[in-house]
């Protein structure tokens, strides 16, 4: 499999529902925590987030999940969120334990929100911006660095 579009070797990405105030929520949940820097993002209405669900084997439109994107590999729903508290300092990393739960029960809970996360939490009009915490954190960000 080639290599994630956007992505530098050793980068990870997590795409989001931009328009979701429970998806932006968890984002910047994971900035005021210190995600590591490697961990990049996406909002899956970005054209960035499209050809990352491209590369992924993905539906571009309608995508009802959080994906993570890393090591040419890509997870989905509850174990999507595990992996990336892998990148967090102590103590929030510890949760990322719950990767080994078997995913029957680890998505039970996971697909009930997602479900119902607008109803529950409310959604924007457009896509909502994000404050990053340094330039090009945002894969739609202009970085030169990158």
């Known amino acids: 499999m080639s290599s994630p579009p956007y992505l530098q070797t050793g980068e990870s990405a997590v795409l989001y529902d931009g328009v979701c105030k429970l998806c932006n929520g968890w984002v910047q949940f994971l900035l005021r925590r210190h995600l590591a820097r490697q961990v990049r993002f996406a909002s899956v209405q970005s054209?960035?987030?499209k050809a990352?669900?491209?590369w992924a084997g993905l539906p571009e439109?309608?995508?009802s999940t959080i994906v993570y994107i890393a090591y040419n590999q890509h997870w989905l729903r509850a174990q999507a969120v595990f992996r990336v508290m892998?990148?967090?300092p102590a103590p929030w990393r510890g949760l990322a334990v719950l990767c080994h739960f078997p995913d029957a029960i680890s998505n039970f809970a996971y697909d009930r929100i997602a479900l119902n996360r607008y109803k529950l939490f409310g959604?924007?009009?457009a896509q909502h911006a994000?404050?990053?915490d340094y330039p090009?954190?945002?894969l739609h960000q202009v970085d030169t660095a990158h």
């Open 123 to 125: 959604r924007y009009s």
């Open 52 to 54: 990352l669900l491209r």
């Open 86 to 88: 892998q990148h967090l």
């Open 136 to 138: 090009g954190r945002f």
């Open 61 to 63: 439109e309608n995508i």
């Open 47 to 49: 054209e960035q987030g």
């Open 130 to 132: 994000i404050q990053p």
